[in-house]
């Protein structure tokens, strides 16, 4: 048999890794437009920020070496103009000399990843403007930020996803003064903006400008400067721009040879990674494949499943229809600065989009033992359907341990998991790793007491509506009073939790009453005391004042 | 409703907060026969270490703070000498005035958790002697530590479980030579010998000194000193000595009472954590249960599920038979100097037992991306069902990022998950934080290559005991000449794997062949190629050089 890939990089390398050992006497040609293959393209940040100094560890193989340990054909620098799906043949154009000829092949795997995407605005094309997808990109930044590093020199970023605030955190270790320019209400769309915020004040607290509900209008030059302007009329001077404001799924070659293409824009696979055409193949970033909690497709970008993927598809394109792909709940992760930003699963955004009703939890454990030293709290947030039990997405931001309980809550999510599962977690735990209620357990029960109807939420943005209104609420501040004196919500009264069965008299049971303490756990033991005294309309404050100061816009003292 | 509880440690003092949150009118009486409740017990060794400097953390509730906030009558320094079933009614001491008192209640909660096992050896009862337990064992320790603190003072901690391995650590840190001295073959009996073997060479070489299959026979006192004797004759003076054998269940007021007590020692419970009386339940180290993969019953001491017991125990006093308990698979982690040890599980020690056939894999991935800086490959071994996949157990030891991986496979178990779940989970990938194959979804694509046929695995054992045999086998080295010749395995040939296709030639594929690399990766690659080339007899070694060089017995050179 001989096998054809197109793309080097994550599927196509590990999908050509998996093929030899599978078939000795497979032949493999690996077609890269590029010069490089198999590289750390989720690396390239650290790279440019001096963090990996030495730029030949990007480079898991060459062609070289890859070459002569999988017995493969790789042809770097070769791009593959057309596929004619008829012959089985493939157009590939030599880019060293020009030079155009066909190979043939019995089996094809797709996996040329995705573009960045690049608005047609006015001055896009002027120098210095970047976008981060390979290694070329990234010598060409590396090159600019050290060459003509001056004092004071300053980076935009036009994006503040992911990548775009490890960019920010980068750019700004070797000397940069970054701005963030985004379009959307917060940076980091994929977390709700409890969570985002409390990145967007990290970026802040580290000298990062964040400009947020911002449009890009394009480019100029002026003194010698880029300048980038905006739909809110400022104008950004600066010596480099990063364009990150997303990729696309690059489907050029599939849509050309008529492979189907799926709603959302990417080369449609069925579970054996299988395109519309049985001998080719297509993995990682330009493909779209159904979600597992809403069914609906979708292009994830992510270079796990773009692995697991490749993995697949080899077994299949040996042995058709042998592995199922079982899809992505989408599970991403950052470090910025000192925080760790990580979701998993559905945002608030995405539930509204499917029309999804969803309750949501926000909790701010200790990532350890509170009593060994060195641990904040994180912060966590839930969305899970109140009626089931379901968990749809979680989101984490915190300096230690985020990433362990996105990751339960990851494979929970993948096998269907409810809030119930959550509590049934088991951790491995000692003071220096956890607690004996992990932020996991904790989370799924504060979304039982819910649902069983242990406490009535609200949410900061209910609150602040019903006071924007000028609605009439009891608000019970149940901290100590130290901590009240530090700072409270509106017109709140203070109840110590502890005195709270005897204050209570001075309560009136008929009126709303919304009970709140720092992180949520006073709140509800408040909230329980109130409840079963006979007061009929109560609420207890989800995330408490810790979320409150952040996002709420009636803080007072 | 009147609830008593006997024991305000972790289950009790939770399972009293749940239930007064459940039920505001409910009557509580706590009954602690110490002098603190709700303290951590799991961060003794941490205070005495000075790793805690503050006692006061320890304690995360007083018992005028529970008792106000929970309106609980909270009776520490009351000891409930005896249980009347039939009556309904607990005969207490008042440790403070020796006075003896009835209580009656509707339904009883036993907490009393477990005791250290102390053997009745001559000398046991001279000073200096000391288990860890409670609070007032800590004191007493950490006194001797601090006030007789001498130059060159010696510790020796019999028993080298996880507590007994925290507890060297800490000794050491404040001053104290210590020796650790364990019966079975290696300390750490819950993880195999070749996980266990790194913690003992990682304990010599931050200068604990561990001696194996030794057995206490008992104490003397010679020049003031305290001398511990052993079997092997050997006697080890000492400032002091911790005993760390084992704990077993508090089970003396069950027993008198004539509640079951199980086939392992424990008071048996049913799901809903209730004794073979209905109107007493039981939580935490005085418990049996199923475990969730034998099904047998057995006792796991650990705070985790301890916690997790007493919630659903509250639930069920209140609304019986309301809320089921699933078992625990036993998944503990310790920090032992600057590693991590973990498992989950079944070892195998359990698993042949058991009588359950097993496979195992040992890998030693980077705990992030290599290119990252400041990772150092940990180590995990995965024992598992090859015929079914599904997971029996798991432990993991190296410096970051352990933990995280014996969570993800501990929820596995619990779902009764195999080594595909294991390829199939999703987790936060992002260079700081991991890979794009993860440690997990690694060790279970090695297991799926076993299963599938790929790969036949041998055993370092396997291989030592065909050598020992002086059986003749074709040993086929496949790193590069560097490293081969840093050490290798008794007359192994050096063939690197890039270059294997060519020198293939000179070897015998008749002959009885065992390939291996430094880690396995490679001896998979080179299993491959020799395995479709015609070679018949061919094993990949599981581990590699890694594992060989701390257990196996032909090293060379």
């Given at each position: 048999m001989k096998y054809v890939i197109i793309g080097g990089v994550a599927g196509g390398a590990s999908a050509a890794a998996r093929l030899k050992r599978i078939q000795e006497d497979a032949e493999i040609v690996i077609f890269e437009k590029g010069e490089y293959i198999s590289y750390a393209n989720c690396g390239l940040p650290y790279y440019i920020g001096n963090t990996i100094e030495d730029r030949k560890k990007l480079f898991v193989q060459t062609p070289v070496s890859f070459g002569n340990r999988y017995d493969a054909d790789v042809r770097t620098l070769n791009e593959v103009l057309s596929i004619d799906r008829a012959n089985k043949t493939v157009k590939v154009k030599n880019l060293r000399n020009g030079k155009e000829y066909e190979e043939s092949y019995d089996c094809l795997l797709l996996s040329p990843g995705a573009l960045p995407i690049v608005p047609p605005?006015?001055?896009?094309?002027?120098?210095?403007?970047y976008t981060l997808r390979n290694v070329p990109d990234c010598d060409m930044i590396k090159q600019r930020a050290i060459e003509q590093l001056r004092d004071g020199a300053a980076a935009v970023i036009i994006g503040g996803g992911f990548i775009g605030l490890e960019m920010a955190e980068n750019l700004q270790r070797i000397g940069y003064q970054v701005t963030v320019i985004e379009?959307?209400?917060?940076?980091?769309?994929?977390?709700?903006y409890p969570m985002a915020a409390i990145i967007q004040k990290h970026l802040q607290d580290k000298g990062v400008k964040v400009v947020t509900e911002t449009a890009l209008t394009g480019f100029t030059e002026k003194d010698g400067l880029l300048e980038v302007q905006t739909d809110k009329g400022g104008a950004y001077p600066c010596d480099m721009a990063i364009l990150s404001i997303g990729v696309r799924p690059n489907t050029q070659l599939a849509r050309d040879c008529g492979l189907e293409i799926g709603e959302s824009g990417g080369v449609k696979v069925d579970a054996y990674m299988r395109t519309s055409d049985e001998a080719i193949y297509a993995v990682g970033d330009v493909i779209e494949f159904p979600h597992p909690v809403t069914g609906k497709p979708y292009c994830n970008f992510l270079a796990g499943p773009a692995n697991a993927q490749a993995r697949i598809a080899a077994m299949n394109m040996v042995y058709p229809e042998s592995v199922r792909y079982s899809g992505s709940v989408t599970t991403a992760i950052a470090k910025i600065f000192e925080l760790t930003a990580a979701s998993t699963g559905l945002n608030e955004r995405h539930l509204k989009q499917q029309g999804l009703s969803y309750q949501t939890v926000i909790t701010h454990p200790?990532?350890?033992?509170?009593?060994?030293?060195?641990g904040e709290p994180m912060h966590i947030k839930l969305n899970f359907n109140p009626e089931t039990g379901r968990i749809y997405g979680a989101q984490a931001v915190g300096k230690l341990n985020v990433d362990k309980q996105i990751d339960t809550i990851s494979l929970l999510l993948k096998h269907e998991g409810t809030i119930f599962d959550m509590i049934n977690t088991e951790h491995a735990y000692a003071p220096p790793y956890g607690s004996a209620k992990s932020p996991v357990m904790f989370a799924g029960m504060v979304a039982e007491n819910i649902m069983s109807g242990m406490m009535n939420p609200i949410q900061v943005e209910e609150l602040d509506e019903l006071l924007d209104k000028g609605e009439e609420i009891q608000l019970v501040d149940v901290r100590e009073i130290q901590e009240y004196k530090t700072g409270t919500i509106a017109d709140a009264e203070n109840c110590p939790v502890d005195e709270l069965r005897e204050l209570m008299?001075?309560?009136?049971?008929?009126k709303k009453t919304v009970v709140f303490c720092e992180v949520g756990m006073r709140g509800y033991v408040a909230y329980r005391i109130l409840k079963q005294s006979g007061f009929t309309q109560i609420y207890n404050l989800i995330g408490g004042m810790k979320t409150y100061r952040l996002i709420g816009k009636h803080n007072r003292g």
């Open positions: 605005l006015p001055g896009i094309d002027l120098p210095h403007i379009k959307a209400p917060h940076v980091l769309t994929p977390l709700d200790a990532p350890f033992a509170t009593y060994y030293p060195g008299e001075d309560l009136d049971p008929e």
